[in-house]
């Protein structure tokens, strides 16, 4: 199975590489990439937009020549989710790791604004204060636009959401509210959501029991996922 994996800020496809490497042990062709102006911090981004990014991604899906698994890091969960909309029978399953697929009409790299109706924001809700505190710290710095969504297929392709600086529990209830960031999460007919806790770089972080959670999300896709390695390199 080719697994397209997509990082958040800031880093690049390097950061996948202990997954990739156990995602390649199991048979499977990984596909990091490192999208254009978001390596670092200090990036030139001039010119860049966010059709460019969801174009990068749509691309490296189409060169694979079946259908993908598509993987999300962070605030890269909202170009993953635009992707999907753009090719919906070429994604069989995308996973969003500690991020959402943000809604249509709300900010693409973010999903979570004080103006996006977020009814616990401003509640004592500390794990999603948590989530809108880190992603409006990264929002100037990024290349964001608002989120553009018109095919309804999204909703059929399956999702696993890594709960990682945030909880499964915490996933449910928001998505149960229906507020940002799960607004769009709580449309998708098929949502399993995976509790990981870790900081805010799983794939460096906690490298093997991402890839376990990788395989076991593809195998629900009718791909036989082995055990992956203990240790790679």
């Known amino acids: 199975m080719h697994v397209i994996l997509v990082p958040g800020l800031w880093l690049d496809a390097s950061s996948w590489r202990d997954v990739a490497a156990r995602l390649s042990a199991a048979g499977h062709s990984p596909h990091p990439v490192t999208l254009r102006g978001l390596h670092s911090r ?32 962070a605030e890269a969960c909202g170009l993953v989710h635009a992707a999907v909309n753009r090719v919906p029978d070429r994604v069989v399953r995308a996973v969003h790791i500690g991020g959402f697929p943000s809604a249509d009409g ?32 990264n929002e100037t710095r990024v290349v964001d636009a608002e989120q553009r969504l018109t095919d309804e297929r999204r909703f059929d392709v399956p999702v696993t959401v890594v709960a990682t600086e945030f909880t499964a529990d915490d996933v449910r209830r928001w998505m149960q509210a229906g507020v940002h960031p799960a607004q769009e999460l709580a449309r998708i007919r098929d949502v399993t959501v995976v ?24 195998s629900g896709v009718g791909v036989t996922a082995p055990e992956a390695p203990a240790e790679v390199g």
């Open 195 to 218: 509790d990981l806790p870790s900081g805010r770089w799983p794939q460096i972080e906690h490298g093997t029991a991402l890839s376990r959670i990788l395989l076991e999300a593809m």
């Open 106 to 137: 709300t900010s693409v790299l973010t999903g979570c604004r004080p103006d996006a109706g977020n009814d616990l924001e401003s509640s004592d809700d500390p794990a999603l204060s948590a989530v809108c505190s880190r992603i409006r710290d």
């Open 42 to 73: 200090t990036a030139d981004r001039s010119g860049v937009m966010l059709a460019d990014h969801v174009a990068e991604i749509v691309a490296a899906i189409e060169s694979c020549g079946e259908p993908v698994v598509l993987v999300g890091h």
